[in-house]
């Protein structure tokens, strides 16, 4: 039994005298004088299409992508651009002057803390706490054992 590589190679058996014939002459031309490799260099060419061929042709379908999201970019920002004019305000509004007496009395506490020598201003100085700070767990219960042995 034939395998489909012999079926293929017996309808085509009767071309490879022509193509004995093409490999030859081909490889006649290599091997004559006149070829060289200094004819048969490629076209001088300039940088920007050395450029053009080397880094951008290849990738040309990334580089579609990249522009595509900058046009988008572009676009989303010129839509959400403000067409209306930014004023400024003329002129700030007058002081409080509720504003202004905090600021002064401040100020002549903060003179006299200067000049008292204290480490902490009076009105920084906070009253004890209205519930102390809670002892650990064992003091704790050394004071129910304790209050019981005495019951």
Same mark, same amino acid.
């Given at each position: 039994?034939? !395998?489909? #590589?012999? +079926?293929? *190679?017996?309808? @085509? @058996?009767? @071309?490879?005298?022509? +193509?004995?014939?093409?490999?030859a002459a081909a490889l006649g031309r290599l091997t004559? =004088?006149?070829?060289? *490799?200094? !004819?048969?260099?490629a076209p001088n060419r300039s940088c920007w299409a050395l450029l053009w061929l080397e880094w951008v042709y290849p990738c #040309?379908?990334?580089?579609? $992508?990249?522009?595509?999201?900058?046009?988008?970019?572009?676009? +989303?920002?010129? *839509?959400?651009m403000d067409s209306g004019k930014t004023t400024l305000a003329a002129?700030?509004?007058?002081?409080? =002057?509720a504003w202004a007496q905090l600021v002064l009395a401040r100020r002549?506490? +903060?003179?006299?803390? *200067?000049e008292? $020598?204290?480490?902490?201003p009076?009105?920084?100085?906070s009253a004890p706490p209205l519930h102390p700070a809670p002892k650990p767990r064992s003091e704790h @219960?050394? %004071? %129910?054992?304790?209050s019981l042995r005495i019951v």
């Open positions: 039994m034939k !395998t489909p #590589r012999d +079926l293929l *190679l017996d309808r @085509r @058996r009767h @071309r490879v005298p022509d +193509l004995d014939q093409q490999r004559s =004088p006149a070829f060289s *490799l200094e !004819t048969q260099t #040309r379908r990334a580089w579609a $992508g990249f522009a595509a999201a900058w046009l988008a970019i572009f676009i +989303l920002n010129s *839509l959400s002129a700030p509004p007058p002081p409080n =002057p002549s506490d +903060l003179w006299q803390w *200067l008292s $020598g204290d480490s902490e009076a009105h920084t100085r @219960r050394s %004071q %129910q054992h304790e």
